[in-house]
């Protein structure tokens, strides 16, 4: 089974409109960290925001925030007032405590296009 | 930012050929990746290291070989690349805290 999915390989939004990108995940495990990555054209992988399981708050940075509903295990990315510059490769990822190896690493999505339309 | 270089970071290879990709942090950080990146796929873990001298497999580990012999820098080895090969590496860290996972430039590898 797929431990990250999102649903949506391409969305488009018009610029200074909000934007949703989904993700859900599959863990069996209460202590987890839910991340997002923007990878812009240049290819760079940009850290955005991050979600610990135990968390009693959604997560915000600036015009990012996560609406993490955890029963429905979901940690979706909702960027507002978008821009130009928000155009980019958009990953959810997940990471585990992983206690047989303490790994750790971090488990991605598909990924989600993002195109902001002027 | 992690100080995270990986080099080189563009390579065009002959199927068959070995090829070394190199990731170097200064930052002392324990736990080092490598992941490769392919449309459809995301980020795949292909091995990661937790010491020197100390690694072990990710998903997609077949073909692939690592190295860590000092702390500072995580070599992944393509021992006879081929084409499936041809992907985008990037080597990450985990950093001291929890939110913490930063990630190199990358590398763009294709084998011809």
């Known amino acids: 089974a797929q431990k990250i999915t999102q649903t949506q390989p391409g969305m488009f939004v018009q610029e200074k409109e909000a934007v949703t990108l989904d993700c859900t995940y599959d863990?069996?495990?209460?202590?987890?960290?839910l991340f997002w990555y923007k990878q812009p054209s240049s290819g760079e992988m940009i850290f955005l925001i991050y979600?610990?399981?135990?968390?009693?708050q959604n997560a915000t940075e600036g015009r990012y925030s996560l609406n993490f509903q955890k029963a429905r295990k979901s940690a979706n990315l909702v960027i507002s007032a978008s821009q130009l510059g928000d155009s980019a490769m958009y990953f959810c990822?997940?990471?585990?405590?992983?206690?047989?190896?303490?790994?750790?690493?971090?488990?991605f999505g598909s990924g989600t296009r993002l195109q902001v339309q002027p | 930012d992690a100080g995270i270089t990986q080099s080189p970071r563009h390579k065009v290879t002959e199927t068959g050929t070995p090829v070394t990709l190199r990731c170097h942090q200064t930052?002392?950080?324990?736990?080092m990746y490598w992941y490769r990146q392919d449309p459809g796929h995301g980020l795949r873990l292909i091995h990661y290291?937790?010491?020197?001298?100390?690694?072990d497999k990710g998903e997609v580990s077949d073909g692939y070989s690592v190295s860590r012999s000092k702390t500072e820098d995580f070599l992944l080895t393509l021992e006879s690349a081929t084409s499936s090969q041809t992907s985008v590496y990037f080597c990450?860290?985990?950093?001291?805290?929890?939110?913490?996972?930063?990630f190199g430039q990358g590398t763009r590898l294709t084998v011809v």
């Open positions: 979600q610990g399981s135990y968390d009693q």
């Open positions: 990450a860290i985990r950093g001291t805290t929890r939110t913490e996972a930063f």
């Open positions: 990822a997940m990471r585990e405590p992983d206690m047989d190896t303490g790994r750790r690493a971090l488990t």
């Open positions: 930052e002392n950080h324990r736990y």
């Open positions: 290291s937790y010491g020197v001298k100390d690694t």
């Open positions: 863990t069996s495990d209460p202590s987890y960290g």
